[in-house]
């Protein structure tokens, strides 16, 4: 179980960075598209906070410790801070290339935690990807 643990605490480090990009994009979207985005930016965030809190208690569940500061999450996460400059076709990019990257991560993990007949993990990882599949498509047809 302990192979598994640094690839549980990417995720949750992964989701707690996105939370707070959501919620930056959420705050600073501007344009025509702002009543579509602002909404959907606040769905995703409250996602995220579900996510995080789901992960850490799976880690706490297997007898890990989560990372459960901000400078371990940007420490250890794949996903970079937002620059607070994005207009709102480049927030939806930069999201489409956040989840992709999420997506490959999961699939990784998955086969981790399959090899480690860790179902629970797998099963979890199989979810939030296939959640993250449905953003990817969305947000490809919104950009068209």
Sequence with gaps: MENLFPVLNKQLANWTVLRMKLQNYHWNVK???FFTLHTKFE???NEATSLIDTLAEHILALGGKPVATLGDSLRDASIEEASDRETAEEMVHTLVEDFTLLIDELKDGMKKAEALEEEGTADLFLSIK??????VWMFKAFLG
């Design 130 to 135: 296939t959640g993250l599949e449905k953003h």
């Design 43 to 45: 769905e995703l965030y």
């Design 31 to 33: 344009g025509p598209a």
